[in-house]
């Protein structure tokens, strides 16, 4: 820890002396350290992965460098640090100092070459995307090599192998890739239209547990798309299909049900200036795809090699995040679930000034609807004495029964130079039953008024307040936020959200914040004390549970 | 404690030395072409790339409140605006509908894997960069209102 510490500093020192070579380097530094403390009312301090309760003060820290040089070089690295271990609700495998990317990438105008640790995407992730999320604690790049070559302007094929990164570790099982994008289009020299179409594979192979498997090593998927844009109006759509493979049942790896995969996607929307609407349809069937098979169902999110984001609007307020949706793309035939159906539409539409309802700067409107429902059909359970082996049958456009829906509207309104305020209304409904693993259906209604007040000199006061009414006597939360911007570096806040229903885990217990802010430039520092919720973290549609924590939370971003 | 302290000070020494070159990336706009980002910087006026996206409350009060202000400053500085969307594919179809929606005018291009982010070491939502003949000589994060203010005057101050 010591040597790596001495060495970094070493760097951008040694560094200093060249300002040729400063100017081609670019670093980031992310530090986010809690000292967790005991709560009289929540319970002692206790860290489940790690079966600690004694290191009270944990710190997760990340230093990216990258230099190009030669015009056409970037060396990237990426070291890490979870000491004495990660913060809580990380996964295990996030343990003590070490480097966790590297790469080197050769770019001209025709190609694109890595080798070591790289990030890549296949349309719109649905068979591959590596990504970071460090409040997640996702990182699922791939070590290996990728390739991309553009031998015109209107086409692209990317090459790629890699194993997959699982911690400070790598994966057992290999990713093969293959994409290619056409711009049609340009190709054909339209004008005013635009017409992408892209195909792409994506192999997984990993040794089976089993003497006589029923499947193969190697499974694959395939993508077709076309995207369509024309004027005003827009339209893609896409289709996946999965070979066979063994399906994890009761935490088993199983080789009496075996069986493929498929996703449809749809989206389409027309806009003009003050006016967009968007609507999206999209179909699962057991499309979790996993570097290593035994991986599936992980709570972190580990060794997932495609991206399934729930499809739902990413509210912005407390209240509104205590029910999230998660993308169902699994099979248990325990809950007859097999995957998923629904879409979702946004309309967006700005109602021009010195009109009635637009006053003198006019009122901006943001209205967001999505249903979600399970794969009506047949589910059949495993039963050998009876000679029957676990498999599903379920109709192509069928709705089973609901998961979530969704239904919200924004109205942000300018008052005069000095005041704004957005109104937020929420209708929802969540299984929790499907989306947590147990309870009940939950419909909530939220509402949320905010408030900003410019005082001149760069001071300005935020408000919030926020309530959530549900049909179940265990949920009933107010809540609240005040923001004191003293100017545009310093920034003080308070929040408190608060349930007066019947719900154990929550019940008559105030989950609070108090926090400040500095920031210069790139250059941020942030304090907070204060009690966390159980329940969802949602970041980008992909959620995972984190624990209930009473703490002192300092991060320092910086970006050079 | 007391060394990371110590690194953080000397990196941000570093920092105040140099001006960073844009790196070589090619992002695709609302239309489906591919622009390279270096290429697009490289001009004697003044440049903004804002990153934002479409779930980041202060990226839209940002990006919302220079719209007001936005065709005053192109009058008198010639300035242009590229707001950079790192939503991925969960929230992407919204891009173009909201900035409909909102009437903005600024060129928007899709950094949907986060290439451009990731190469520039950017952690946190909304970051703003000021770009002159394809040098950044500002970074800055996070938003409070009136914050765009100070950001017209650097670019005022850089224009000729």
Redesign the interface.
């Given at each position: 820890m010591?040597k790596i510490?001495?060495f970094?500093?070493c760097i951008?020192?040694g560094?200093?002396l060249s300002?040729q070579v400063?100017?081609?380097?670019?670093?980031?530094?992310?530090?986010n350290t809690v000292w967790y403390n005991d709560d009289s009312e929540t319970g002692d301090f206790f860290d489940n992965a790690n079966n600690d309760g004694d290191k009270h003060i944990r710190s997760n820290?990340y230093l990216?460098i990258?230099y190009?040089f030669l015009e056409?070089f970037?060396a990237s690295v990426q070291i890490e640090s979870y000491e004495p271990f990660a913060l809580l609700n990380y996964s295990k495998s996030y343990e003590g100092t070490n480097l966790g990317t590297y790469s080197l990438n050769y770019?001209d105008s025709k190609l694109n070459i890595t080798a070591g640790h790289f990030?890549?995407?296949f349309?719109?992730?649905l068979i591959l995307?590596?990504?970071?999320d460090?409040q997640l604690g996702i990182n699922n790049s791939l070590q290996g090599g990728k390739v991309v070559y553009e031998p015109a302007?209107f086409v692209s094929l990317t090459a790629l192998y890699g194993k997959q990164r699982v911690g400070f570790k790598i994966s057992d099982g290999e990713v093969f890739g293959f994409n290619s994008e056409l711009?049609a289009?340009a190709l054909l020299d339209f004008r005013e239209t635009?017409l992408?179409i892209g195909l792409s594979y994506v192999g997984r192979k990993e040794d089976t547990p089993f003497v006589d498997p029923t499947f193969d090593e190697l499974t694959n998927l395939f993508s077709g798309r076309v995207?369509f844009?024309q004027n005003k109006f827009?339209s893609n759509i896409e289709y996946v299909l999965k070979s066979e493979d063994a399906i994890k049942q009761g935490g088993q790896l199983s080789n009496r049900f075996v069986t493929g995969g498929s996703a449809i996607l749809f989206?389409t929307?027309y806009?003009?200036?003050?006016?967009?609407?968007?609507a999206?349809f999209r179909r699962l069937e057991n499309m979790n795809f996993f570097s290593e098979r035994n991986a599936a169902g992980n709570v972190f999110n580990e060794s997932s090699i495609n991206?399934i984001?729930?499809?739902t609007k990413?509210h912005?307020y407390l209240l509104t995040n205590i029910f999230v949706y998660q993308a169902q793309s699994t099979v248990n035939l325990d809950t007859s679930q097999s995957g998923e159906i629904g879409g979702q539409l946004?309309?967006?539409?700005?109602i021009k000034k010195e009109t009635l309802l637009g006053g003198k700067y006019g009122t901006?409107i943001?209205l967001n609807a999505s249903y979600w429902a399970g794969l009506s059909g047949d589910y059949i359970q495993d039963n050998p004495d009876a000679g029957t082996l676990p498999s599903y049958e379920v109709e192509l456009f069928g709705f089973g029964g609901k998961y979530f829906s969704d239904f919200s509207l924004e109205i942000?309104k300018k008052w005069s130079p000095k005041w704004r305020s957005i109104l937020y209304f929420v209708n929802q409904s969540y299984n929790k039953k499907i989306v947590e693993g147990s309870g009940a259906m939950i419909t909530s209604n939220i509402g949320v008024i905010e408030s900003?007040h410019?005082l001149g000199n760069?001071k300005?006061i935020?408000f919030e307040a926020q309530k959530l009414n549900s049909d179940s006597a265990k949920h009933d939360w107010t809540g609240g936020t005040i923001e004191y911007?003293l100017?545009?570096k310093f920034?003080v806040y308070v929040n408190d959200i608060y349930n007066n229903g019947s719900d154990s885990d929550t019940e008559k217990t105030h989950f609070f914040n108090v926090g400040g802010?500095y920031?210069k430039?790139?250059?941020?520092l942030g304090l907070n004390y204060g009690r966390q919720r159980a329940g969802l973290l949602c970041v980008?549609?992909v959620c995972r549970f984190v624990a209930e924590a009473t703490g002192l939370t300092a991060n320092?971003?910086?970006?050079? | 404690m007391k060394?990371?302290t110590?690194?953080?000070s000397?990196?941000?020494?570093?920092?105040l030395?140099?001006?960073?070159?844009l790196?070589?990336i090619n992002l695709k706009n609302l239309?489906?072409?591919?622009v390279n980002v270096q290429k697009l910087t490289k001009s004697k006026n003044v440049k903004v790339l804002a990153f934002w996206a479409t779930?980041c409350?202060p990226c839209i009060n940002e990006l919302?409140a220079i719209s007001e202000v936005y065709e005053d400053w192109q009058d008198e500085t010639n300035v242009e605006l590229i707001a950079i969307s790192t939503d991925?594919?969960?929230?992407?179809?919204?891009i173009?509908?909201?900035?409909?929606?909102?009437?903005w005018t600024y060129e928007i291009l899709l950094d949907?894997?986060?290439?451009l982010k990731?190469?520039?070491?950017?952690?946190?939502l909304p970051?703003l960069l000021i770009v002159k003949n394809g040098?950044i000589i500002?970074?800055?994060?996070?938003y409070?209102?009136?914050?765009e203010?100070?950001i017209y005057e650097i670019i005022q101050k850089y224009t000729n």
């Open positions: 010591n510490l001495l970094l500093t951008p020192l560094l200093s300002a400063l100017d081609n380097i670019t670093i980031g530094l992310e530090s820290n990216k990258d190009n056409s970037t770019r990030y890549s995407q349309g719109s992730g995307r590596n990504w970071e460090r302007d711009d289009g635009s992408g995207d844009y827009y989206n929307g806009s003009k200036s003050g006016f967009g609407i968007d999206t991206y984001p729930g499809l990413q912005d946004d309309l967006f539409y700005k901006k943001a942000r900003t410019k760069g300005s935020r911007n100017n545009s920034s802010s920031t430039g790139a250059t941020r980008g549609g320092i971003t910086m970006s050079l | 060394k990371i110590i690194l953080i000397m990196i941000l020494s570093c920092g030395l140099f001006s960073q070159n790196p070589n239309n489906g072409k591919s779930w409350v919302d991925d594919s969960r929230t992407k179809k919204r173009r509908p909201l900035v409909n929606g909102k009437d949907d894997n986060q290439d990731r190469a520039l070491n950017i952690t946190v970051h040098e500002y970074r800055k994060t996070s409070t209102p009136g914050s203010d100070e």
